[in-house]
């Protein structure tokens, strides 16, 4: 079996994250690619140098011959191997749905800081941040957290059941990144997610997964990632 190597930024925990998680928890043998060489890694799989389609964006997972980017897509082909996939044909399409679900919330997170163009930086188009964070919060937020929440009560506390699956991770760790990015906001919207927390729980509680959480692999949410805290937004 081929080694697993996934190119992602080395300084954060991004769309990519989801991807080093399921590996972590599977204890499958894989390479962090970035982490071992520097961001020229990611550079050299953005201009094709790892062969097969070119990706538009990080994360790129490379495995013998395969060379696959859309972290939706890496996670869908990581899940058998990494024995976090719903166990039913229906179940792989619902568990595809809520993914891509979150993907978009994530997304929305990101254009919170990055309103008008990821090529500014965000000191550049402050004053849309602060508007766009403003509607995210007002509603959008709590919005998308109560549609999962409702899928997951509905489904026995988690999103596909009967097993915990990869959308499941991706929950646990959008969860986080959102405590992290606007912890007022999601402080009061705590007590109206009591599934959703016990899942993230309950996934961090994985054994292989929290000593990866707990050792140096795993990086602290900052400002060069998709969940960032800035004060000013949410004040
Ligand atoms: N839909 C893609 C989005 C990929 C993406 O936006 N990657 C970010 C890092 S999280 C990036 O490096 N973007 C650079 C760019 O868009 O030029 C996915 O889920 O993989």
């Known amino acids: 079996m081929a080694l697993y190597e996934l190119y992602y930024w080395p300084m954060l925990p991004g769309r990519g994250e989801v991807l080093r998680m399921m590996l972590e928890d599977a204890g499958v043998d894989y390479r962090d690619v970035a982490r071992e060489e520097g961001i020229e890694a990611v550079v050299k799989a953005r201009q094709g140098g790892l062969g097969g389609v070119v990706p ?8 013998g011959e395969l060379v696959l980017s859309q972290s939706s897509v890496i996670a869908r082909y990581l899940c058998e191997p990494c024995g976090l996939a719903p166990r039913s044909e229906p179940g792989k399409l619902l568990a595809d749905q809520h993914f891509l679900g979150w993907a978009d919330l994530v997304g929305e997170v990101h254009d919170t800081h990055h309103p ?10 402050r004053e849309a941040a602060k508007q766009r964070t403003d509607r995210f919060l007002d ?3 709590a919005q998308w957290l109560a549609h999962f929440e409702d899928i997951i009560s509905d489904a026995g506390g988690v999103h596909v ?7 499941d991770l991706q929950a646990r760790f959008v969860l986080r990144g959102i405590a992290y990015a606007f912890p007022k906001a999601f402080d009061q919207l705590r007590a109206k997610i009591p599934s959703l927390l016990a899942l993230a729980d309950r996934v961090e509680a994985r054994p292989r997964l929290a000593a990866y959480l707990a050792s140096s692999r795993a990086l602290p949410f900052n400002e060069h990632g998709i969940f960032r805290h800035y004060p000013e937004l949410e004040g």
């Open 139 to 141: 509603g959008r937020l």
């Open 56 to 63: 538009f964006a990080p994360p790129v997972l490379r495995h």
């Open 116 to 125: 008008i163009s990821v090529g500014l930086r965000y000191e550049e188009q």
């Open 161 to 167: 059941g009967p097993d915990i699956t990869y959308v």
